[in-house]
């Protein structure tokens, strides 16, 4: 079977408000079904770890929770919604996005392909 690059940018969010979690989902989605891509973690040390952090999720549960019940990307919002411990108020979801080098090198990877889906820079800021 042919790997998968996984094609969600870092820039997507869900119903949550939370930028990279539909990225993080399908990458450990992929990696459930041996589909992902050589060279990508399923969940890597950078932008990956700091959603996680943000939101108060362990890096096992979630990979435990993927890998065996394989759900889709909103019954994954759902389950995280129902866990202890778990913040998802307005400021722990700005904390987790907040601008780091990583964040920084993410959205110059991917400004050419905001470009193509017609978003445009202006101020400094990447809007619609």
Do not use: C
């Not at 930028?19 to 993080?24: A, E, N, V």
């Not at 992929?30 to 770890?49: E, H, I």
């Not at 998802?88 to 889906?117: G, H, Q």
């Amino acid at each position: 079977m042919n790997k998968i690059v996984p094609l969600i940018g870092s820039a997507e969010v869900g119903p949550l408000g939370v930028l990279h979690l539909p990225r993080l989902w399908l990458k450990i989605s992929l990696d459930a079904k041996g589909l992902l891509a050589d060279g990508y973690p399923s969940v890597g040390k950078g932008f990956d770890q700091m959603v996680l952090d943000g939101l108060g999720l362990a890096k096992e549960a979630v990979v435990d929770f993927i890998t065996k019940n394989r759900p889709t990307y909103p019954q994954f919002e759902t389950w995280i919604k129902q866990q202890p411990g778990t913040r998802l108020d307005t400021s722990s979801i700005s904390n987790s996005m907040k601008p780091s080098a990583v964040t920084i090198m993410t959205m110059v990877r991917f400004y050419p392909y905001w470009e193509i889906m017609s978003y445009r820079r202006t101020s400094g800021f990447v809007t619609r």
